[in-house]
């Protein structure tokens, strides 16, 4: 097969960012995805209904003219986080879901949850009022290994909340392991997954190939290979608890390429090839709709989008580096080709 059209996708998962960076990097989104579940982790965060509502005019004041590309807005939980005010902007559709870091489990996690039994009542609205919730799943205790932080969040902090909250449902974002990919199987349909591009693509090798490589530094880090390989079987199974949610999450080159570089892979530009590519390479291009357009929308209960995007087999050479707004970013799979390109709808 040369060329594949499918529905219009969404993906369940970006940072889109703020100022500049938003202007630079909204359309690699937009120009992919029909909808986006927007991360709250600006600084100051998206706490309340009406940051939500201020944020959301920043990025659709910064749309293309024509794009036809709908934000959809996240709560950043707190210690703090006021159940009423998160219930009426659920129930005013301004929140599609509202998200848990975790405190100083990645970037601008500082003011995110210490203690998740301290927002029992935030989580018993969520659960009443059937608003996903969207875990960041790492615990963060210094004495817990890096690579093991996702496997002992589920254990420690989910499964308790699971059994607390019965009817909660969860989204477990950018799942890195294989306990991760048992762990939402055996959970019942109120709990799925997303799975971001690199994740299926690299193991923890890549960050040290020939030398560290700053790019390939994400949280939750790369796993090994094993993991991988548990994760590619997940995404191209069929099964509607996985789902596409990229993790983009642009950082200007010099805060990457630093002594003390930032976490996240920018991989908008070319999201839904790396997919493809991966869907291809395991035979499974006839789940890769179901994957990208159909699992996301039917476990938040949206409707499916309209449209089509159209993939053929040409080769895309990526670039060095995105510029542009003053801001100099490097994507994804900078430098290489892949096989698969994106052409309009
Ligand atoms: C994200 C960011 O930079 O905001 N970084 C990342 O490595 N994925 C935060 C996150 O999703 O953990
Ligand atoms: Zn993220």
């Known amino acids: 097969m040369n060329s594949l059209v499918i529905r219009r996708p969404d993906d369940w998962h970006v940072h889109l960012r703020d100022g500049p960076m938003l202007a630079h990097v909204l359309d690699f ?69 509202a998200k848990l870091y975790p405190a100083h489990a990645t970037t601008n996690s500082a003011k995110g949850v210490g203690d998740i039994r301290r927002i029992a009542p935030v989580l018993a609205a969520m659960e009443r009022i059937g608003m996903p919730l969207l875990v960041h799943g790492e615990v963060t205790e210094p004495s817990v290994d890096i690579f093991d932080r996702e496997a002992v969040f589920l254990d420690r902090v989910l499964a ?38 690199h994740h299926l693509q690299f193991s923890r090798n890549a960050i040290f190939q020939g ?94 989008n309209e449209g089509t995007v159209r993939l053929v087999r040409e080769p895309l050479a990526v670039p060095e580096r995105c510029e542009g707004e003053g801001v100099s970013v490097v994507p994804y799979h900078a430098g290489t080709t892949l096989p698969w390109r994106m052409v309009a709808g």
């Open 29 to 97: 989104t937009a120009r992919q995805f029909a909808r986006a579940i927007v991360m709250p982790n600006l600084d100051p965060p998206v706490v309340t209904t009406a940051d939500a509502v201020a944020y959301r005019g920043r990025i659709t004041a910064r749309l293309r003219p024509g794009r036809d590309f709908a934000p959809l807005m996240t709560a950043y939980l707190t210690d703090g986080t006021d159940p009423a005010d998160l219930t009426a902007g659920f129930e005013r559709r301004i929140f599609t879901a």
């Open 160 to 197: 308790p909340v699971l059994r607390d909250f019965p009817g909660l449902k969860v989204v477990c974002e950018h799942i890195t392991t294989e306990e991760a990919v048992g762990f939402v199987l055996a959970a019942g349909d109120r709990v799925a997954a997303t799975i971001t591009p």
């Open 211 to 304: 030398g560290i490589r700053p790019h390939f530094y994400c949280l939750p880090i790369l796993k090994r290979e094993k993991h991988r390989l548990a994760l590619r079987k997940a995404a191209t199974s069929g099964s509607p608890k996985f789902f596409l949610g990229t993790d983009t999450a642009p950082h200007a080159v010099h805060t990457k390429e630093n002594a003390c570089g930032c976490a996240g892979v920018f991989n908008a530009p070319v999201a839904l090839e790396a997919y493809l590519t991966v869907f291809d390479e395991e035979g499974a291009l006839d789940r890769f709709e179901a994957f990208a357009s159909e699992h996301g929308a039917r476990f938040h209960g949206l409707p499916l």
